[in-house]
Structure formats: C-alpha cells, structure tokens
C-alpha cells in the first residue's frame, strides 16, 4: 500500500539542499523536504551573551519562526501578538540543543553563532528539516570563521547532526510524515541523531493514543535509518567549496 | 555503588501523595517525590473555550509554574518578567497532552478542567512528579463532576498516566533524579506511561553528549517499571474515599 | 450575637505559623488566619540593586502572588496574561513598605532581602496574613545573615510588624473578616502595627458607603488589640531555634 | 513658625477650580493647588462594561496619569516602556473608589463616566487634586447627562468629595504638603472625606517611621477641616452655569 | 560619473518579479530590486474586521517585516523583542494605504486580503519594492477571488500601484539607491504612484541636511519615470496566467 | 467661498505661542493652531543614550502622545493598552527627525533634549502644531544649556524648524486643516521645512484618491508660504526674554 505522495514507508520525501542562499550571513541554506521549505541562517558575532562571558566558551544558539503566509491557511505574526508562542520557544530550544551536541564550544572560541530558521513554506516536519538544515549552515559559518583565523582550535565539529520525523499513520509506520498525514497520525515521534548512528534527542507523543513499547522500537530503526541518509545528502553539499567569498584571517566579524 | 540518597540506580525517591490539599478546587493533590513538592489543583469550570464550543467535547488543560522560593537561588517570577518562559510553556504542554491521552473528552461533556501544577519546592524531577500528581487531581475532578451529574458518560477515564525521568550518571543508567544528579546528567530522559504498561510521551536529550541506542533500551526498561509503581501509588491513593464534600447532582459549578 | 464561624466581634481567627516550611530561602513561613493561607519565604541575595549600589544600605522588598487555584472561583494566572495586576501590585508595596519601617537598612549591609508572599488558599485578610508571616520569615533571614556574619551591625529589626483586618459587617465593627463577612463588608480597613503599639499603615475604605470618624475610631481600637495578640504569637513562634542549617560565618550566599 | 511658603500648619494652598478647559469632554476641569496642576475630564459613553451588562447600573471609573514633564526631572512615558506602574494603578483605582461613593449607580442608568486625570505639573498631592477636580468633573458630567434625558433618575449624586494630604514634617502635623514637604515627610495620610464629614478612605503611612495613634488623631482633625474647605471651593465653583452648551434631550452620545 | 553598480543615474537596477512562489496563498510574488528580495503573498478570508462588518465593503491591509538574516548584521527579531517597531509599523501601514488607492472596496465585498511582504534579502529600497511587488500579488489574489466567484463586481482593481526611491547621493539625483547609496544619501524620497501617471503617495526626508524646492521637482521627474518602468514590468509579468490552480465558483475559502 | 471657520484657502488658524508653560522643563510651550493645542517640553538631561557614548555628540528626540480627552470620541490611553500604537510611532519620529536637521549635535555637546508633545485638545494638524511648538521649545532648551554653560559651541541651532498641513477638500487646495476639512480631505500633505525656505520633510498621502503632479505642486506653494508666516510668528515669541530663571554657568542638570 502505497502513500498519497507513491512513496514506500520508509522512504524519505525529495530532499534539497542549496547552500549561499543569502549573502549576508556566514552559513545560508534553503532546505527542503518535498514541499516543506526552510531558510536556516548562521550569523556569526564575536562575543558571546553576558552570562557566559569569560568563560573562553562559544554559544551556539537558534531561533525557528514560520513566515504567515507558510501554512494553508494564513497564521498571525508573532510580532504582532507581542509574544512568542509555546511551540515556537519549544522548537527553538530544540534545534539550539541539537547543534550543541555536536560542536565543542571551547574549540569554538568566544564567538556566538545564531541559527535563524525561518519556515518559507510548510508541509509537515519543519522542526526536522529547520535541524537537517541547520546543521549545514553551522558548518558554513564554521568554514568561514576557520578563514578569519577566529577559532580557539581548526576542528570544532565533533559529528553531522539530522533529524526526521516518523509516526503512525493508518496503522503503519512511517517516516517523514508531509502536513495530510502528520495532522492524522496516531503517534508522531521527531528523532535526531548523528553521522555515528547515535541519538542527540528523542521526542514521541501520542496524543489521543498510546503506543507499544515495540511500536517505538520499530519507529527508531525507521527513523535512524532515514537519518543516515539525511547524513549522506548533507555530506554531499557540504563536498562543493564554500559558496561565498571567505574572509581574510582576522577578517571583521560579520 | 549506591547514590548520594542511598537509594540504588533503579528506585524511585520516597513519594507522598495528599489528596483534598486544597478546600476550592474539585481536585487538589500535594504530591512529593523525595524533597521536589508539587501542588496539582484541577478546577472545574463548565463550557469550553470558544474554539471548541458546540463539539459537545469537554477540555483539559495544564499550567505548570515555579513559585520563586522553590528553587535553590530565587527564581525571577514570570509575572513580573511579564511573560511566560519557553521551559514553562513545553512542561505545561507536555502536561496537558499527558492527561488528554487517557480521557474521552466525548464522555466529559461540555467542561473544562484547568489542572494547575505550582511547584512548592524543586528538587528535579519536577515535570514528571505534577503529570503523576495532576493524574490523581483529575480523577477527584472527575468524580467531582460525576457526583453532579455533569459527566456525559459515566466513567471518562480509560487508564492511569504516571511519569518519571531517567538518566544516564556517572556513567549508570539511574531512575528519578534529583537535582544533584540532574544537573550533571550526560543523558535526561522524562517518560509518561499508562498503566496498560503502554507509552504517552517520551523525551530523552543528550545536552553536551549523544547515546547508544542499547542505553535508550536500558532507560526504557528502568522508567517503565519505576510508572508501574507510580500507578500502584496513585492507585492506593484513590482507594481512599473522595477528600471532600461531593456536590448533589446538578449541583452549582465550582 | 455570634459570627458565622463563631467567634465575637473582636476575637482572631485560629493562627498558625510554621517555621522551616521549605529548605532553600533563608527563611520560610506558613502562616494560617482560619482558612487563609499564606507561604511567605525569605530569600537573601548578596549586594543591592543597582540604583541603591554603594550607598551602603541594604533593601528589602516583597511580592505577593495568589495560585490561581486558592480562591473559590479559579483566577487567571498573571503571567499568563502578560502583567501583575493593580491589587497585586498595591499588596506587594504594601508588604514591602510595612517591613522596611522594623528593620535598619544600614544595619542589614549591603544585602538583599526578597519575601515572597505567595497565597495558597485565600480566605479574606490574605495581605495582613502575608505581613504578618513575612515579618517571621524576614527574622529568620535576618538570623541566617547574622550567623554568616554578613550583617553590618548585629541586630538590625528595631521592633516587630503585625497586620490585622478590621470591618463593619452587619452594622458591627468585626476584627479579621474571613470572605464570607469582608465580601459584605460596609467598611473595610487594614492597619499595620508594631509591637511597640504604634502605626505603620493605615487603609480604610468604604465602597459604596462612608463612614463616621467614630466608626473610625472604634475600629482602630479592636485593630490594635488585634495586632498585640499576633505580636503575642509571633514572638512564640520565634522562641524556638532557628529551624534549619545556620551557615558558618562568611558562608556562601544562599 | 511658619512654612517655607509662607503658611499656617493647617491652611490649605491656593486653590483654583477652572471648569471648561477641554472642549470635548462632558466634563473637564483643571484644577491647582499651589503649584500642582491637574487635568480632569469626565468623558460619557453610552452603555457599560460587558461584566456589568444588563445590570440597569452606570458604572464609573478614572485613570491617573503623569505628563512626563509635570515632574522635577523627566519620567519616563508609561505607554512607552509597555506598562501602568504600580503607583499608577493604585492611584486610578482609589480616585474611582472614590467617585462611586458618592454616586447612585442605579439612577446613573446605563452610562459609563471615564475620569482621566492628567498631571500636567506635580508638585505634591497630585493624587488628592485629582480627587478634588474629578468630583468637579463628574458633576458636570452629571448635568451634561441630565440635559440629554440620559439619567435613569433625576440627581444621583448624593454628596460631594474632596481629598487632601496631611503629614508629619519637622514634627508637626501639617495640611497639604507640597513637594518639598512631602519628600521628607516622617508619616503621610491622604483623607477622602464627603461634604457631610463622613469619611470615604484614608491612607496613612510612615516609610521609615512609625507613628502614635494621638498623631493620627490630630491629622485626621486637621485633614477634615481641609476637606471642608475644599468642599466649599468646590460647591463656589459648580455654582456658576454649565460651562458649554448643553446636550438637546436624547441628545447622541458624547 | 557612473554609480558604484555601474548604472546610469536614472536607471533602476535589474527587476525580477516571480509568481507563484508559494503554494498556498492566493497571490504570493518573489520580487527583486538587485539585492533586494522581498516575498509579497497576498492572503484571502471572508468577512471583514468586525469595525468594518455589515458595510458591505472589502479590507485590504498589510503587514512589513525582515528577517533577522536579511541585513548585513543579524537584527534582532521583532517577536522575541515583544513589539513591532516604529519602522516596521510605519512601513506596514504606507503599504496598506498605497494598494487601497488602487482597488474599489465595495466591489472587493465582504472579503478581506492581508499582503505580507517579508524580507528575504536587503539592500535598500525594500518598502518601494514591497509595494511594487505586493501589487502584482494583490492581482493574483483579485484574479483568484473572481474565478471563485466571490467579487461583488468583476473588475476592483482601478489603476496599477508601483514605488520608486529616489535621493540626493553626492551631490547627484539618483534613483532606486542601494544600500551603498542610501545609507549616506543626503535627501531620501519614496515615491509611489499610478499607471496613469498620478500620485498616491510621496515621502520626502532630509535627516541632516535640508533641500531646495527645485531638487524636489527633480527627484520627482527622476522617481514618476522610474515608476512607468516598474509599471511596464508589472503588466509584462501579469500578462501570462495565473500560476496556480483557480478555484471553482463558490469555492472554499483560501 | 469661505471655509466653515470663515478662512481663505490660504490663511493660517488663529496662532497663539506660550512659552514657560511649565515649571521644571528647560523649555516649555503651549501651541495652539485654533482649537488644536499641544504642550511641547524640552527636558534635558546630561550625557547620551548609551550606542552614542563617547561620540562627543548630543542627541535630540521626542515623544508624541494624545491626551484621551483630547479627541471628540475619548480615546483609549496607549499605556493601558500596553504599547504604543503605529501613528504615534510615526509622528514621535516625524518630530525627531524634524527637529535634529536644524541642530548642530556636536555644538550642542554630549547632552540629550527629550522633547514631549502632548496633545491637550486635538482639532487637526496636531503633529504639525508639535513640530512648530517643539522648536520655539527646543531654542529655550538650547538657551538654557548656554546659560548653564554647557554647549560645545554658543550656537547650536542653525535655522528655524516650522509644519503645516494642506490639503485638497472640495477640490480645493487648503491651508492648515481643522479635523472637520482633515477628515474629508482627498488628499493631505504635511510639510516641514526651515525659515530659509527649504524643505526638511513632505508627506502627501492619497488615500482613497489619487492626485496629479500640477496639484502636488500648488500644495506645495501654499505649505511654504505658510510655513514662512509661522517662522515670522516663531520668532515673535522668542524675541522676548527666557521665561524663566537661567542657570548659573556649570549649573546642575536639570
């Protein structure tokens, strides 16, 4: 039985990836999951916020929002209502803690790296693919910080970090659920891990329905699998040289 | 090699579970978990938010929050930072998913239940110990509202929920961290269970460090036993008689 | 003629106070007027703010919050809506204002005391319940400073501060309203005192009446008697040694 | 001995009651005392609050406010850093307390009565000018309703109101402190009194110092002969025709 | 003298507008000033705010926002700040203002259309190509409304909209300036204006400097020319078909 | 044909110009275009916003707000509603930016002047009465610095700043409209410009009309010619002595 969109289960949907998609920023990927497109951009400062100044440490931190017109119908802005929402903080620490766990924040130097990921358009799974993309946008900014001879040390990116979503949908699993078969599923589970087929986070819920303790065991090995070939298509990008103009060593921040 | 407490890697703290706290609210339950205190009140108001009115779908909902004094230093109080913060708004959600997962909101009719889960006092555990506490609010609202003859359907609740962390310390898979152990976790893993032995929610992070699918294994084995004596404890509790003075059928809202 | 719950016009409700309620403030007290109750909790913070910086002189302030689940009717948290209300507002510098009239801010040093007043159950008079526990709350931080030794001068509370409700109910002028009577009330008054028998604040209002400066008169008498019997227990409750762990001196900062 | 402009311990300063200054409002007044220089205009809606809806009664309320250049050194705008202050709140809510004690709500009918109070210059007791002027404001306000045919009964004002400060300076009790007095005031009180010498709220505090119950008698003498005073200023003032055109009946809403 | 990009001073820099780049709004344009990269989607509902209900007239608003990655240096985000900005709102509602001048709202009817213009990538000029592009937007959702049956008259739309900038750069009138340019432009004008030569809308500014009454009348001539041009683009790109899928009459809502 | 207030199209409201309406700001002035009447005061303070520290260049601004019982239909009062809205945004910057093109900020030394212009009576052209309020404000201040020997350079201000608004009512171009031609007008203009004929700022809006370049150019003749007589008017009022006591030189802040 076959998905809506001809793909098998554990398929994931057309994966995109396009480096340098703004010129301002150090990293600037516009990824995309089939329909699902998101803009993740590194910026990059020197510095770091006060409560960790001194320390030699780098922060690495990020920030999810979704454009009005991404969604069918039409969302308020964020802006306007005055306050961030629940899901907006929740996916924002999220992604923040994701990218921590694979960079060592000594080696970074004190510098502060911002993700912005801003969802242009969304088909289910945006956290995912804002992580997915993320991640390559942190090893652009990295790259170019490398050149500005401002890192503490050459290598600070311990491994590749990706993320799908897998749930259960019509009583099956599947992975990288687009929005027809997310806003149905019975179970819904995010999972990030790294290029060493580890974990960084796991978050499965089901609302309206419980699970079985080998209905998750079965989603974990979809899922990791589904990573590993997010893993492979971020390493592919990242082969073609940096799509900008790098600074000189001690180049100006940017 | 025992813990700190004493306690071995895979036994919950000492819990306590007070029913009828509070003399207003149709549920109010002080539950501790060792030193962490956490009053769960859930109040009953009839009809739904706006959003809902005419499903003939009653509403369960949860705020969760700190009182300033129940941290080791002082916590700034979000009323006076005049917004509610990002871990606030996630605990608050996972809450209310929580006991959504075992209530047929068809069988409560048109009422809303707010569980409020106040912090007295924290010693980690903080989330899971106001899901296990708020669980048995719910039930006394919902006898509650039984005994007024509010509910659309005799017994709304299909099963129990309970929760608790598990994580990785010193290397060992340990369950029901207090903030000692907590805070130098490599792996942090909160899990809401039923007591059908099935799963709500399970979240597991590796701020700073990444795990083996094997210690995942190891974490949901040790949880799932330490819920199982959590629904055992909740169920003694409710063995009780209600703590209160029921209303007369069709009795005034409260 | 007899009161709903018993008592005369001019008698107190049960009062009682609990030392050492929590482990981490430097002081913490549950104070109880009949039904109303009140945690109030001290916390000591080294320096001062920044516009009292360097003038040597410490500060003392106070916030007041209620659960949303300690009234009869649930009330909406106010860090949901995004701003501390204007009756939170007035207790809170009420509560502060009566305490800094006992203690000499020259004395304290250049430390920080924050008592937080947090109602768990409301029952009319929850703010002279609040003064009156943050005043043994504030003593035992007081004891707490003096031990770690980071008090300027040894003994800087220069008397004791109690607070008492006082109304005209049903033509009669009644001491300490629970609800049901200040709900009623003609008259409405709050009086602040020391134990030296003197005034640290009045607040008398009649909402939609007025009143006689007689009426005036004898409701600051019964006030004042009223205000002499909580001195009375207060220094009873404060007999007994300090209900935690003294720091050794020039401990930490707690 | 005299006071540093020239008064008696108990006279009041130069007041001047000027109705009309506003062309739009039903009522505005701008009232001084001394130096302190306040606005007040009484605007009429049609209609109530939702809360009070359907009830038959009027409803009127007031907010204070302070130009930013009213005070000796520039405040910072209130709807500019996002929030009413607390000393604000307070001072709205006991002009409007105030108000309502001397109006009948019922014969007010269904209309609201807004009283802004606008500091255009602060000089000390702007809170107890405010009072004074707005009662001024309301009562134009009242004839302008009248005119219109809008009143549910014919007079609904049954007294008048006036405020005044009174304080301890240099160890006397004086009338109507101004700036200079009030900031080294040991123990201020504000009196709201009615022109039948009842009392309608009094506020008396000693930041820093406690006071006797014999002082609290004296200022309370001094207050009320205060408030007599300003009772006659006020019914001088009212005693001249209405000053703008008055309403046709069943004139539209102003 | 040519300008740093090589242009006349006269020449506006390289337009692209791309329809349909998003899948769900009813109009949603890519529109590009050189650098400049706004993405204007224009949003269909039915009704009207409640203000305007019952008139049987159309709204058409508009809300301007950047991402935080579209400027040089990351800018903070408005929805983490808690408030629009005096910019943004400034911009919001000339946008707004500029396309009312263009559509007849009675024959828009009771449906309401909200333009988001978002900054994907700034270089100057983003509020005169966020009008110019939110223009072919609105004319997308105008065409989507009509197949769907929902115009109360056929043809709403009465004129074209497009907007210019034009300054006052060493010395010379320069039209559509950069970045490079405006950020030391001595005059700043945005002109916005008709199809049929006239204006809706100019806004002049000399921050720093002050200008003669015979350059504003150049920088108008430089600006209406560059305004025809942008307009020839508009019809040019509106000429091929609508790029998405139209609705039937009497479709749902988008 | 005359307008309702008797007028030809070209004539200015009755002007009146107060300066010294306040006590504590170093400039304070009441303005009044015929029923329009704002309170323009310059405050200043010592030193700059902190991103201008170290500059050696002052800074000045302003803060544009409406009494609520300045406008026919009372409005709500913005610090209520906990934000400032988009108009006021708009206008507080408008004067900003009006004022800072006639002031040499290195001559006036590190020193900030906040100008306030608040609206006690509003009947059309209030940003424009501000704008020309403001400077006559603005020239006290600056006079006060010089006395206080506080100025970088003795003369700062390098020409006079005056508004006025035109518009096109009936088809009719005319000068400075009352709000009953304001809010018919088809199309409306504001201008600034300086007493040497050139201009700071013009904002012509259509909205809902269209206008021709011929009629933008007639505006612009009748604005200048007004803005000269209100240069003329300005200069009357300074001519007579500051209207208040000078600092001595190195006087303190004020």
Redesign the interface.
Known sequence: MLRTDGRNDDVLRDIRITRGY????AG?VLIEFG?TRV?C?A?V?EGVPRWRSGSGLGWVTA?Y?M????????GD??????????????I??LIG?SL??CIDLAALGENTI?I?C?V??ADGGTRTAAITGAYVALADAVTWLGAAGRLADPQPLS?AVSAVSVGVVDGRVRLDLPYEEDSRAEVDMNVVA?D??????????????????ST?DRM?DVA?AGCAELNRLQAEALAAPYPGVLPEPKGKRR
Chains 1, 2, 3, 4, 5, 6 share one sequence.
């Not at 703004?22 to 920023?25: D, E, I, N, R």
């Not at 454009?67 to 039409?74: D, E, V």
Request: charged share 25%.
């Open positions: 703004q010129q301002w920023p600037s329909n803009l951009a910026s400062t920030e929002a454009l009005p017109s991404a969604t069918h119908t039409r802005r964020e802006s306007v209502k005055g306050r961030v929402g629940g899901r907006t903080h929740e924002s620490r803690r921590r766990a911002v912005d801003d242009i358009q491994c790294t060493a087929g580890t974990l960084i986070e796991i978050q499965g819920t089901g609302e309206g329905a419980t699970f079985a303790r998750l974990l990791l």
